[in-house]
């Protein structure tokens, strides 16, 4: 009986499911950080990109320049909304709109966001790895490749006799 009770005075120590996972569910029982999905939705548009849309260009030519809209309204036929939002874990939440209207079958406007990034500060922005150590050098200077040693060239191979039975072949045509 006194093994019973303490047993079962053991189970009400046990903490619950509540205990486990903080609010904000960054770590289970103060250890573990459960992995969270990468959630990418709409298109990457940086100032690279929206530089190369001009005012008067037609539907087809944005398109193919910044993707296909994520939203396109049916009652408002002119406007053409390019929304981007990515939550990576590690890396600050993101959100850009960017708006394009048009008269007719022509770009008329393009609304830009100003924290729109450049392509460079995007890649920054949602890089999470951060390497320990130096940062390994990815190409050569121009002095670094004249030091480069010369590949030995290959000696010329000279030609091999045919092996087996030789044999001719009369012409496919008929002479005249």
């Not at 100032?47 to 396109?72: F, I, Y």
């Not at 709109?97 to 920054?124: H, I, N």
Request: proline content about 11%; hydrophobic content about 40%.
């Amino acid at each position: 009986m006194t093994a019973l009770s303490a047993l079962l005075g053991g189970c009400s120590s046990l903490p619950s499911l509540s205990d486990l996972t903080s609010i904000t569910g960054e770590k289970m029982m103060g250890i573990v950080t459960p992995y969270r999905v990468e959630v990418v939705q709409g298109n990457v548009l940086t100032k690279e990109l929206v530089a190369k849309v001009k005012p008067g260009m037609p539907r087809a030519q944005v398109r193919d320049l910044l993707g296909s809209p994520l939203l396109t309204d049916a009652f408002h036929e002119d406007r053409w909304d390019y929304v981007f939002t990515i939550q990576r874990q590690g890396a600050l939440p993101q959100n850009r709109k960017v708006v394009a209207l048009f008269d007719g079958d022509k770009l008329k406007s393009l609304e830009v966001p100003d924290d729109l990034p450049a392509e460079r500060d995007f890649v920054t922005a949602i890089n999470t790895f951060k390497p320990t150590g130096p940062v390994p050098k990815l190409s050569l200077s121009e002095a670094e490749r004249k030091a480069l040693p010369l590949p030995p060239k290959a000696a010329a191979q000279p030609a091999q006799e045919p092996t087996g039975a030789v044999r001719t072949y009369p012409p496919l045509e008929p002479r005249s």
